[in-house]
């Protein structure tokens, strides 16, 4: 494909999901794209919206600089294997998959990535070409990774705005299965035990505990497929924890018992302050990264009373997708702003 006489480099994307389609979007402002799915209703949305230039097979992504992966973790590793096929050592070949030691020992020019971004909802419909702006986009080198490539892959993640981090593989899967993998079944236990009983006191702090809980079921049990030694280490140490609390109450050590909390508490403070939460009234509100677009967010707020403690850029939009935390000391002032922004038309979680 060619501008202006100036031939523009070509990038495809196998899966037009969320992520995918997103992907595709923020891509195409920098490279001609091509797409597929298994979904042909899917790819026929993907070409009457714009979302990629073109439909190919992926058996005929021969030509392009870089695949990049983002089908269903089911079908990841046998779908990257398929791209190396059909582009041999000619292209780089990447993936957006949330673990990351799958991949080990595949052959090809193989750089794993996977960006910390998402929303609640699903498919290619969700998608927005700022769902990646300001987020940690993980870089995973495998030993037959070039350092060619992973620069290259740097770069894109630049390109659509997102901060790149270098990360072996094994930490990659070990990290998330303490801050992602194992707090999704935590809530998930957590939704699962309580609710049944008479709900009607469920306040906000249950359902602020159970909110990932709404997650795809399918996805996160493929996740602990994959990553299994690892949630299940961290979830043993989870249920440790736990277990000592119940010690504690049975024996009516109270004093043990609030020393306990203090301690996760005081660490909870820290990171809390390291991320630039000041309460955990928060919402997070999905803007592009433009100038102007914290100013409008800010000014609609104070113009209808409402007090901000605290706003942030967050670098990890997974789950929440996100751009702009906002932080208010008081519950009202954050049913206030939400309110506000829903009926301003902005996306808030």
Same mark, same amino acid.
Request: proline share 2%.
């Given at each position: 494909?060619?501008?202006?006489?100036?031939?523009?480099?070509?990038?495809?994307?196998?899966?037009?999901?969320?992520?995918?389609? !997103?992907?595709?979007?923020?891509?195409?402002?920098?490279?001609?794209?091509?797409?597929?799915?298994?979904?042909?209703?899917?790819?026929?949305?993907?070409?009457?919206?714009?979302?990629?230039?073109?439909?190919?097979? %992926?058996?005929?992504?021969?030509?392009?600089?870089?695949?990049?992966?983002?089908? $269903?973790?089911?079908?990841?590793?046998?779908?990257?294997?398929?791209?190396?096929?059909?582009?041999?050592?000619?292209?780089?070949?990447?993936?957006?998959?949330?673990?990351?030691?799958?991949?080990?020992?595949?052959?090809?020019?193989?750089?794993?990535?996977?960006?910390?971004?998402?929303?609640?909802?699903?498919?290619?419909?969700?998608?927005? $070409?700022?769902?990646?702006?300001?987020?940690?986009?993980?870089?995973?080198?495998?030993?037959?990774?070039?350092?060619?490539?992973?620069?290259?892959?740097?770069?894109?993640?630049?390109?659509?705005?997102?901060?790149?981090?270098?990360?072996?593989?094994?930490?990659?899967?070990?990290?998330?299965?303490?801050?992602?993998?194992? $707090?999704?079944?935590?809530?998930?236990?957590?939704?699962?035990?309580?609710?049944?009983?008479?709900?009607?006191?469920?306040?906000?702090?249950?359902?602020?505990?159970?909110?990932?809980?709404?997650?795809?079921?399918?996805?996160?049990?493929?996740?602990?497929?994959?990553?299994?030694?690892?949630?299940?280490?961290?979830?043993?140490?989870?249920?440790?924890?736990?277990?000592?609390?119940?010690?504690?109450?049975?024996?009516?050590?109270?004093?043990? %018992?609030?020393?306990?909390?203090?301690?996760?508490?005081?660490?909870?403070?820290?990171?809390?302050?390291?991320?630039?939460?000041?309460?955990?009234?928060?919402?997070?509100?999905?803007?592009?990264?433009?100038?102007?677009?914290?100013?409008?967010?800010?000014?609609?707020?104070?113009?209808?009373?409402?007090?901000?403690?605290?706003?942030?850029?967050?670098?990890?939009?997974?789950?929440?997708?996100?751009?702009?935390? %906002?932080?208010?000391?008081?519950?009202?002032?954050?049913? !206030?702003?939400?309110?506000?922004?829903?009926?301003?038309?902005?996306?808030?979680?």
């Amino acid at each position: 494909m060619t501008e202006n006489g100036k031939k523009i480099e070509t990038v495809a994307v196998a899966g037009l999901g969320l992520i995918g389609a !997103s992907l595709a979007l923020a891509l195409k402002p920098f490279y001609n794209v091509v797409g597929c799915d298994s979904n042909k209703t899917t790819e026929e949305y993907a070409l009457k919206n714009g979302v990629v230039n073109e439909i190919r097979p %992926l058996k005929k992504f021969t030509g392009v600089s870089c695949v990049f992966v983002c089908t $269903p973790l089911y079908a990841l590793e046998k779908t990257v294997r398929e791209a190396v096929a059909a582009v041999g050592n000619s292209a780089v070949v990447t993936d957006v998959g949330s673990v990351k030691r799958i991949l080990n020992g595949i052959e090809g020019r193989i750089v794993g990535g996977h960006p910390m971004a998402g929303t609640e909802r699903s498919g290619i419909e969700a998608a927005k $070409p700022h769902l990646f702006e300001n987020a940690t986009y993980c870089v995973v080198p495998y030993e037959n990774s070039r350092q060619g490539d992973v620069e290259y892959v740097k770069e894109i993640a630049r390109k659509i705005k997102a901060k790149p981090l270098v990360i072996s593989a094994d930490e990659h899967d070990r990290l998330a299965a303490y801050y992602s993998h194992m $707090p999704h079944l935590a809530a998930y236990a957590l939704a699962g035990t309580a609710l049944g009983n008479d709900s009607s006191v469920a306040g906000s702090g249950f359902m602020d505990s159970t909110r990932i809980a709404c997650s795809d079921a399918r996805f996160w049990a493929q996740v602990c497929e994959l990553n299994g030694e690892n949630v299940l280490r961290a979830l043993g140490e989870y249920i440790d924890g736990l277990a000592d609390l119940r010690e504690l109450l049975k024996r009516g050590e109270y004093e043990q %018992l609030e020393n306990k909390l203090r301690e996760a508490s005081e660490k909870r403070k820290i990171l809390s302050a390291a991320r630039g939460y000041v309460s955990d009234l928060t919402l997070c509100v999905d803007v592009k990264d433009e100038v102007g677009s914290i100013g409008a967010v800010v000014s609609l707020l104070m113009g209808g009373g409402v007090n901000i403690a605290n706003l942030r850029i967050l670098d990890s939009r997974e789950g929440v997708g996100g751009a702009l935390m %906002l932080a208010f000391e008081t519950r009202r002032d954050c049913v !206030s702003a939400r309110n506000t922004l829903i009926d301003a038309g902005y996306s808030v979680s």
